[in-house]
């Protein structure tokens, strides 16, 4: 989900170097939802594991 980020992020900076204004931000949008989807996600899977017992 991160490497999608990182995608849609790299896709916004390219796009809105050649001008295409609608495409960057369209871009940008998907890139900061999967992000933080993947920041949610990454918090509550290390919650689980030290509920779990898991940190050694």
Same mark, same amino acid.
């Given at each position: 989900?991160?490497y999608?980020?990182?995608? %849609? +992020?790299?896709?916004?900076?390219?796009a809105? /170097?050649?001008?295409?204004?609608?495409? $960057?931000?369209?871009? !940008?949008?998907?890139?900061?939802i999967? %992000? +933080?989807?993947?920041?949610?996600?990454?918090? /509550?899977a290390?919650?689980?594991?030290? $509920?779990?017992?898991? !940190?050694?």
């Amino acid at each position: 989900m991160l490497y999608w980020a990182l995608v %849609f +992020f790299v896709v916004a900076l390219i796009a809105g /170097v050649m001008g295409f204004g609608g495409i $960057a931000s369209a871009s !940008a949008g998907v890139a900061q939802i999967l %992000f +933080f989807l993947f920041l949610i996600l990454f918090v /509550v899977a290390v919650v689980m594991r030290l $509920a779990r017992g898991g !940190a050694r």
